[in-house]
């Protein structure tokens, strides 16, 4: 599933190759545009909060794009792809080509009225980040799942289940400590953050640091059943069986239930690799050290 980085990726290379072409066609396939054609239209800007996606235009108005579970969007013709299943196809006059593939969510709005759609959502992870804000919305609920607090998007806006799955790890907790139970939730917030933020900027979706260009996950999609760190077993829950309906995996050893401590050497051991930590000093109360603005992918 396409998570906040994903998104504030897309959004950047939807501006870097588009923003101010002109639109020469579109073809619609979705029931809510029917009636939209930006032909003739100039696309201004991007903007990205948590998972939903804007591309702004010279009229005052925005395509808003969520891509759920399944939708993409890519450049070119993806004349592979079944064109029912292509809901929008945007030509530039550049030569460029925007395509919507699989998009379940897609609105014509006013440009000014972005805050309809992401105003009840928390902080942006990858964008104007408040960690404090973002602390005490996932810690509002003491009695919830960590899991599922970080993945309510009214909490924080971004995370999605590879952060929700691995920064437990990393920090040593497991996904299913009562939130209430975690003695610095805002380091872990902010452990997260410096991933999502990195991987933002740099892509792919990596939490391991290793083999940077592939997607590598500490915990989440893990084949094997011992634990990369400590060689313990590996549990794993299906999303029909997890409480907060994803799919969760924790190691039964160093993420028991009773560690309600963020393990501060544990993650800076595991990030060793991972340029995340260029943005984390975690010897302090506060380990969020990055300039926001050095990892600005959401502003433009
Ligand atoms: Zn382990």
Not at 51 to 73: E, P, T
Not at 241 to 267: F, K, L, M, V
């Amino acid at each position: 599933m396409p998570e906040g980085d994903t998104i504030a990726r897309l959004a950047a290379s939807v501006r870097e190759r588009v923003a101010g072409a002109t639109v020469e066609s579109m073809i619609v396939r979705h029931p809510r545009l029917a009636t939209v054609d930006l032909t003739g239209s100039t696309l201004t800007k991007t903007s990205s909060h948590g998972k939903h996606l804007f591309l702004h235009f010279d009229d005052g108005k925005a395509l808003h794009i969520h891509l759920l579970m399944q939708g993409k969007v890519v450049f070119g013709r993806a004349r592979e792809v079944e064109e029912w299943r292509r809901r929008f196809e945007i030509r530039f006059n550049t030569g460029e080509t925007v395509v919507g593939i699989d998009i379940p969510l897609l609105h014509h709005v006013s440009s000014s009225s972005t805050d309809d759609f992401v105003g009840h959502l928390g902080t942006d992870l990858c964008g104007d980040l408040d960690l404090e804000l973002a602390t005490t919305k996932v810690g509002r609920d003491p009695g919830r799942h960590l899991s599922a607090a970080l993945l309510d998007q009214r909490n924080v806006a971004g995370f999605g289940n590879i952060y929700a799955v691995d920064t437990p790890f990393i920090c040593g907790v497991s996904p299913f400590t009562r939130v209430g139970d975690v003695d610095d939730v805002g380091a872990l917030i902010a452990i997260g953050a410096a991933l999502i933020r990195t991987n933002a900027v740099r892509g792919p979706q990596n939490t391991t640091g290793r083999r940077l260009h592939l997607t590598e996950h500490w915990m989440l999609n893990i084949k094997r059943r011992d634990c990369p760190l400590c060689g313990g077993d590996v549990k794993k829950m299906s999303g029909s069986q997890s409480p907060w309906q994803r799919r969760t995996a924790w190691c039964t050893t160093c993420q028991r239930d009773r560690n309600h401590t963020i393990d501060r050497e544990r993650a800076a051991k595991l990030l060793s690799m991972h340029p995340a930590r260029h943005l984390l000093d975690l010897r302090q109360a506060h380990p969020f050290i990055g300039d926001l603005g050095a990892v600005e992918i959401n502003s433009r």
